[in-house]
């Protein structure tokens, strides 16, 4: 089992609120939206290299494969070998076509650390590239939503550090609600400031639960009846079992040490539109779960509760709701009846916290 000597990380702490837009919902596939996938991993590397090659075949195959059948809908290039250069990423981004409608999908396998100054960077052909800069190359073209997946270290520079595959088809729910129906950022690293990410023969650990996270229903990962996954719950997933894996090889290989973790980080996730989940009902939808911090949360809406109409519009089921609140401006009116009780509560929740 091989640890990631140096791999090079930055957290994005000044990235503007703008790029966000208005904050994430269950909406739609917007009509002509497609998914631009840039694959970087740095596959001559004399250490690692095996590892991450490995990474990059699965998460292209991962990709052709959700998109089979709808190819017109994804855009795919991967840069490996001597064409895995900062160079090649620069120019695949200032030639890149984006529409208003699109995502742009960046993921990286390799080396990485930290910058104490410069923030997280990654290294391709043993140059660095601050994370910044490709999620700024990516801001300036617009898109509706942006990806940044990194399966590298984020130790700071200059310490020393460093798979069962999924069998099961790949779900177009899951990869149609994380790359098609958000808007916004999500921005993720494979551990957090000061640690290293791991992998073994078999490639790395984070982009394993990545991977193995794309092939369970909708359900498993608390997606709403309609198979929408919230990014969040889909990282709460991907950081859960990436320590699982960790935690397993640590307890086989004693030269790892004994208080190291590997914790998935996430800079930035789109935010939830409402923050209730909920079920069908006759005369509203009963909330299952309300996420924390939440516009529903801040409203004192509890688990349930049935919301009965958003906006003076009814409200009965998941996409009623969505449709309710993609027709709202940045607060609405939401009547709610109290869990247990037939007293009617109206709300006016700010949708832009």
């Known amino acids: 089992m091989t640890g990631r000597s140096y791999r090079f990380a930055v957290p994005v702490v000044a990235l503007s609120a703008a790029l966000l837009g208005r904050a994430a919902a269950a909406e739609p596939v917007p009509p002509g939206a497609r998914v631009h996938a840039l694959i970087l991993v740095d596959s001559n590397d004399p250490n690692i290299g095996k590892s991450v090659a490995i990474d990059g075949r ?28 900062p160079e090649a990423v620069a120019q695949y981004y200032r030639d890149l076509p984006v529409g208003p409608n699109d995502t742009v999908l960046f993921y990286f396998s390799g080396h990485g650390a930290t910058h104490r100054e410069r923030g997280h960077f990654l290294v391709a052909r043993r140059k660095p590239i601050l994370r910044s800069e490709v999620l700024g190359a990516i801001r300036a073209k617009k898109p509706r939503l942006t990806v940044c997946l990194t399966d590298c270290c984020a130790c700071y520079y200059g310490e020393r550090p460093e798979r069962p595959r999924p069998v099961e088809p790949f779900q177009w729910a899951i990869l149609e609600s994380l790359l098609l129906r958000h808007r916004g950022v999500v921005d993720v690293n494979a551990c ?53 894996y960790f935690a397993a090889m640590k307890a086989q290989d004693r030269r790892i040490d004994r208080d190291a973790t590997q914790v998935p980080q996430a800079f930035l996730l789109p935010p939830h539109r409402f923050g209730a989940v909920g079920t069908a009902g006759a005369d509203g939808l009963t909330v299952d779960r309300v996420y924390p911090g939440s516009p529903a ?9 049935v919301i009965l109409k958003v906006g003076g519009t009814p409200v009965r089921t998941p996409e009623e709701l969505e449709q309710a609140l993609a027709k709202a401006g940045e607060s609405t009116a939401v009547e709610v009846r109290q869990k247990g009780t037939m007293t009617t509560k109206t709300y006016t929740v700010s949708l832009n916290q």
């Open 297 to 305: 949360q801040l409203a004192t809406v509890r688990p349930g509760d």
């Open 58 to 85: 699965d998460v292209r195959n991962a990709l052709e494969e959700g998109f089979k059948g709808r190819e017109k809908m994804l855009s795919l290039q991967v840069l490996d070998g001597n064409d895995a250069t």
């Open 192 to 244: 957090s400031v000061g640690e290293w990410a791991w992998c073994d023969p078999d490639g790395s650990l984070f982009t394993r639960a990545v991977l193995v996270g794309l092939v369970k229903k909708p359900a498993e990962l608390g997606g709403e009846t309609d198979g929408f996954v919230h990014w969040e719950d889909f990282f709460r997933h991907i950081r859960a079992e990436t320590e699982r």
